[in-house]
Nanobody
Framework: QVQLVESGGGLVQAGGSLSLSCAES????????RGWFRQAPGKEREFVAA????????YYSDSVKGRFTIFRNNVKNTMYLQMSTLKPEDTAVYYC?????????????????WGQGTQVTVSS
């Protein structure tokens, strides 16, 4: 099973930017989608963004569309989430995940491998 390690979380003021990274321990099947999810205290884990191996297909939740960008560096086997114009409601633990089957998934249940999570806190 692929190991995923997130990094890049931290504290930022509202309106600021932050970039998250997700390094994969090995290359997985190229058609598998990768995704970012987040979970705030007392809330369900929610979809943020997803990308296919080539980066040709990306998907975003309505709450982050236009502010967040997901992309990949396949040479480094790493996925990124560039977050800008951050809001206090973006505060959560952010997780990266890999879906070990063909096709895109919107639910956390659609993904099989998870990182440990990284905290993002946006102050008002």
């Amino acid at each position: 099973q692929v190991q995923l390690v997130e990094s890049g979380g931290g504290l930022v003021q509202a309106g600021g930017s932050l970039s998250l990274s997700c390094a994969e321990s090995r290359r997985t099947y190229s058609t598998y989608y990768r995704g970012w999810f987040r979970q705030a205290p007392g809330k369900e884990r929610e979809f943020v963004a997803a990308i296919n191996w080539s980066g040709s297909n990306t998907y975003y939740s309505d709450s982050v569309k236009g502010r967040f960008t997901i992309f990949r560096n396949n040479v480094k086997n790493t996925m990124y989430l560039q977050m800008s114009t951050l809001k206090p409601e973006d505060t959560a633990v952010y997780y990266c995940a890999v879906r070990n089957q063909y096709g895109m998934g919107w639910s956390s249940q659609d993904y099989d491998s998870w990182g440990q999570g990284t905290q993002v806190t946006v102050s008002s």
